[in-house]
């Protein structure tokens, strides 16, 4: 297999593992360094199991180290820029919610204060028998 499709395969895992909300909520709150589990609990208000098989997936991912203090365990981002990246995904909606608001605007504005409609629903829509 040509190594751009590895990297693509290796790549689209990465995007997977990051889908999930809690996950992305962990690497955010370990953007400032390293915590314990009882504080992710806190920060991200989901269940101790909950957090801490978040964490075991990211630390197989290698996105995650962890240190062991007596019984504490404390996790830090193994990339420190990785939040900064993802970052750029909220960029991105940020510029894709501006979008649909100036699209409302335009719509509301051609069709004036009518009845409601979706936007969808084309202008001169005859209505349904």
């Known amino acids: 297999m040509p190594m751009r499709k590895v990297a693509q395969r290796e790549l689209a895992g990465l995007f997977s593992l990051l889908s999930h909300p809690l996950r992305l909520g962990l690497i955010f709150a370990l953007a400032d360094g390293e915590r314990d589990v009882g504080t992710l609990v806190g920060i991200t208000g989901a269940p101790q199991t909950a957090v801490s098989q978040a964490l075991a997936r990211l630390r197989v991912a290698r996105l995650v180290q962890e240190r062991r203090q007596g019984r504490h365990v404390f996790y ?15 960029e991105l909606l940020a510029d894709e919610t501006a979008q649909v608001a100036l699209l409302h605007d335009v719509i509301t504005t051609v069709r004036g204060p009518q009845a409601r409609r979706t936007a969808v629903e084309p202008v001169n829509a005859e209505p349904a028998e």
């Open 76 to 90: 830090r981002l193994t990339l420190p820029t990785l939040p900064k990246w993802l970052d750029g995904g909220y």
